[in-house]
């Protein structure tokens, strides 16, 4: 940690940029305490870490303080002074007694906490957290350290549960924010389309912390600029699902690959127009192959062509199958709405695209077309493409 209190209660704050070494010497003799638990602290002063205080090996803390990194010390310390240049009222480390929470970063004036989060924790625990800021009308925003930042190759990011825990909505998508200490840069990372519960479509923009405000921030991120491929990527996408669907082991897997079998098919042929990107998708966690595959095989195939259906009658279907963990809802403590409704949507607008169904008035629709399976799995490549190309 970066602060203490001295024996009279005034806080010492390691992070002020005008001490220097010489004079800090002097004063490493002083009683130094922990602000949460009261506790004495040390000051240590190397040459290797960023300059903090550190409990005794045997001392336990109710702040539960993680062992922070020099990483993370250097990060939260840097963004401390990049709030500061701006003049605001900015505490470092601040405790929270009604909710024995110590932000690393607290504007009170402007009612904002700050987390710079370096290492895992639990994605319910992100969650329990933001709610007890939320309690106290406070708004959290989460940076991640960038040594979180796990890109597998050009737009595809893996993205952990606590970070989607984490997410916030910027130009209608949702976004994460990552900073670097060593090369003192904002990572922005712009959200479009889920591939697997992890594996992301998203764009990322670097900027310097000194091009930014804490506007920046909290209310205009930068706009992504990254052009995506995004047929050349779902169709590679689609590939792996139909090669090696073995990898999935989920709960809808399973019963799908059950249920397509007793029909005579392989998983490996869903339907072509299932396994496409579509608006909002990012809001299941269940790989879009498979909650799509269900809306053609198990609910599509009750309604005759011609005949129409409710946008409520799929969406208590849909729900249905939910509440039993067929497929799975991500959770975010950012979204207020149905995040169910908002994929389930996104998908039937892609399958009027299609020519599936047609939408008619007051979220009413008209079913145009049951999607085939194919015995084909080169057939299957070639649909894949051409109904991606038609989405383009």
Known sequence: MLTAHLKDGTLFNLADPNHVLKDLRKLRNLQYFCPTCKERVIMKLGEKRVWHFSHHVSDFCIGNWERESNYHLSGKKQLYEWVKKENLDVKLEYYLHSSKQRPDLLLPSRRIAIEYQCSSIDDRTLRQRTTDYDSLGYDVRWIFGAVRYKSKYRSIQSISAMEWSAVHYANGNPMLTYYCPEQQKFAFV???????????????????????????????????????????????????????????????????????????????????????????????????????????????????????????????????????????????????????????????????????????????????????????????????????????
């Open 190 to 392: 712009t959200i479009f389309y889920t591939l697997t519960p992890t594996k992301t479509v998203c764009s990322t923009s670097y900027y310097p912390s000194s091009s930014l405000t804490l506007s920046n921030l909290l209310v205009s991120p930068p706009k992504s600029v990254n052009s995506i491929d995004h047929t050349s990527l779902w169709l590679k996408q689609k590939r792996i699902w139909r090669q090696n669907p073995h990898g999935e082991k989920s709960f809808a897997y399973f019963y799908l690959r059950k249920l397509l079998y007793s029909k005579g098919y392989s998983i490996r042929m869903f339907p072509c127009e299932a396994g496409i990107l579509s608006p909002y998708n990012y809001w299941l966690s269940t790989p879009p192959y498979l909650w799509q595959t269900w809306v053609l095989v198990c609910f599509l195939p009750t309604v005759s062509i011609g005949n129409q259906f409710t946008f409520d009658t799929i969406l208590r279907s849909f729900q249905q199958v939910i509440s039993i963990n067929l497929i799975q809802v991500r959770t975010s403590i950012g979204e207020k709405r149905s995040n169910e409704a908002l994929a389930l949507k996104g998908y039937l607008n892609q399958l009027i695209r299609l020519k599936v169904v047609k939408e008619r008035d007051n979220e009413r629709y008209e079913k145009l077309y049951q999607p085939q399976m194919n015995r084909d799995i080169d057939r299957c490549y070639e649909l894949d493409l051409a109904i991606l190309r038609r989405l383009q």
